[in-house]
């Protein structure tokens, strides 16, 4: 089992994240519960911010907050000098109000509305990376009406197919993202910019996919996008000042995943750019890593509840969580390494299947694990959690959503709270002709 960043296992078979006893953590702030290892989440940062150092090269490294956005992770971002990557008025909304430095903020997104637009505005972001044609039309209009100067990328669909899922690969031609580069609507939207004197169009930008463990669709994409600056700069004298390649770079989530180094994937990602961005000065090198700053830095701790054995079929065990807080496996077949973290330094003595507590047959966490044996109010710790566990969680089944604790040194802090019943009803609304005349709440006390 590998074990990522600070955790271990302790004299008493306990796994410990940050400094801190999983068991202890579980008892203290309920389960399910996200635990997010700050030590290994900053390494994460430095190790990018290290690598493109020590490449001697204009770099941008903004974390797509996406993965996780709170209040406490923007904070975590900017103290590491990071940029930050949003893709809604939600995700800018949490940086705004975490204090992030609106210059160091750029927008993504394939359907941004006028209203996101005037808000990336008003809060003078750095930049917007711009999706399509409607898009370029709004800001440009918006920018001239307000006269304000805006600096953007073109997100172009370079052709290039990532291996990874198919629902999270964006760079292939047929895709929802950015303007594709074979028929020409990029150079087209190129040639709109360079008519446009309230855009300054920066360079181009390309996201090939998630959970990419190699770097040759990185070194494919930066030929092309170097192509075609090639193109725009012989065509109109456009210089490109920014390529960003976007996020993607995988994470080590079990057995048989073997991502590169940060330091293996810019060194790659540098030669590429210096060897094929030869016609005009070296553009600084932007990325956008999500998964690969918070994912392994996240564990989840579930309690083990009832179980189900089907002689010779399959021996379920449920937690207290499942789809509704990680809607991987569901969503994407994502497989999971977990461990028990009150049993730690047992040895596995049985298969069983994780289940998880929605009624709904495909809200399994993970299929046939090896564990030792198992009782009810064991903790279950799932790892890598950290990247698009509590960003997509949901409330099905009306289950509330868990809290996250971020672990240091012996220290846990709650980043976020554990919803409350109440939260669940919190926008719920009732129409006069529903209401009953004598409606009387009972007080009901929230359960850990
Ligand atoms: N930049 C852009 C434009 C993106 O679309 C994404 C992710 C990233 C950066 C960050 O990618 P990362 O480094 O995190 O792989 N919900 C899916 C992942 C969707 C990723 C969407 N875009 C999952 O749970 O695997």
């Known amino acids: 089992m590998k074990l990522h960043g600070t955790s271990h296992i302790n004299e008493k078979g306990h796994l410990t994240i940050g400094g801190c006893d999983t068991v202890e953590l579980a008892a203290q702030f309920g389960t399910p519960l996200y635990v997010l290892d700050e030590q290994l989440i900053r390494e994460r940062c430095r190790a990018y911010v290290a690598a493109f150092r020590q490449a001697n090269v204009d770099f941008q490294v903004a974390y797509a907050s996406k993965a996780m956005s709170t209040l406490a992770i923007c904070r975590l971002i900017e103290e590491e000098g990071l940029a930050l990557d949003v893709v809604s008025d939600g995700e800018l909304y949490t940086a705004l109000q975490a204090g992030f430095p609106p210059e160091r903020i750029h927008f993504h997104g394939n359907n941004k509305s006028l209203a996101e637009l005037t808000m990336a505005l008003d809060a003078n972001i750095g930049g917007i990376v711009v999706d399509n044609f409607t898009e370029l039309h709004m800001l440009r209009t918006l920018a001239s ?42 150079a087209k939207a190129v040639e709109i910019c360079q008519r446009s004197p309230e855009i300054s169009l920066l360079g181009f930008h390309s996201h090939i996919g998630s959970q990419i463990f190699d770097v040759q669709g990185y070194r494919m994409t930066i030929r092309k996008l170097a192509q075609f600056s090639q193109e725009c700069y012989e065509s109109y004298g456009h210089v490109s000042e920014v390529v960003n390649i976007g996020g993607g770079f995988g994470i080590h989530y079990c057995e048989g995943d073997k991502p590169l180094t940060a330091e293996r994937y810019i060194e790659a990602i540098v030669a590429e ?116 566990n509590y960003s997509m969680a949901s409330n099905y089944n009306r289950l509330r959503r868990p809290a996250a604790v971020l672990v240091n040194d012996g220290n846990a802090d709650v980043i976020v709270q554990r919803e409350t019943f109440a939260d669940l009803t919190r926008h719920d609304v009732i129409p006069a002709r529903l209401q009953k005349p004598t409606t009387v709440s009972p007080e009901v006390a929230d359960i850990k």
């Open 273 to 388: 750019v210096r060897a094929s961005f030869t016609h005009q000065p070296l553009p600084a090198i932007w990325i956008e890593p999500g998964r690969s700053i918070v994912g392994e830095a996240g564990t989840t701790l579930y309690r083990v509840g009832t179980e189900k054995r089907i002689p010779g079929i399959r021996h379920y065990v449920a937690v207290d969580g499942g789809m509704a807080d990680n809607p991987r496996p569901a969503l994407y077949q994502a497989k999971y390494a977990a461990l028990v973290a009150n049993k730690a330094g047992k040895p596995a003595t049985q298969t069983v299947s994780i289940a998880g507590k929605c009624c709904e047959s495909g809200d399994m966490l993970i299929w046939d694990v090896a564990l030792p044996d198992l009782a009810q109010g064991d903790v279950l710790a799932v790892l890598s959690t950290g990247a698009y």
């Open 145 to 186: 009406e307000r006269q304000q100067h805006v600096h953007i990328l073109l997100r172009l669909s370079p052709g290039v197919e990532a291996h990874t899922h198919a629902y999270i690969q964006t760079g292939q031609e047929d895709s929802k993202f950015g303007f594709d580069l074979a028929s020409g609507q990029a």
